[in-house]
């Protein structure tokens, strides 16, 4: 991830605009912002929700509530909670989120 011409600034995401994107079950809704080749999003996912496709995209992803299953292409899934994380890089390893309960994300890519 390279970082350019991004002057300091400040967002509050509630007033971001929220889109609605269904997975394979359940429903994810994002706020985002886009900085160059920078995407900011706020994310929340409902109970019950799983991806609908397998990602490439790098990612810098922090629960920051709930609870969010990854799991990877190589067949190994991991659990974050709140206060957890991940990184990966683009073209590394597949992955799709998935959760039970719901969660939100804050996720950088």
Known sequence: MLMFDIPFGTTDW??????????ETGTAWWRTRTFNNIRVRMVEYSPGYL??????????????????TTELADGRSVELRAGQSYQVADNTLAHRSRTE???KLFIVD
């Not at 509630?14 to 997975?23: L, N, P, S």
């Not at 609908?52 to 992803?61: E, M």
């Open 101 to 103: 309960h719901g969660a």
């Open 51 to 68: 991806a609908d496709h397998w990602c490439q995209k790098g990612h810098v992803l922090l629960v920051t509530e709930g609870a969010l």
């Open 14 to 23: 509630a007033t971001v605009e929220r889109t609605e994107h269904k997975g």
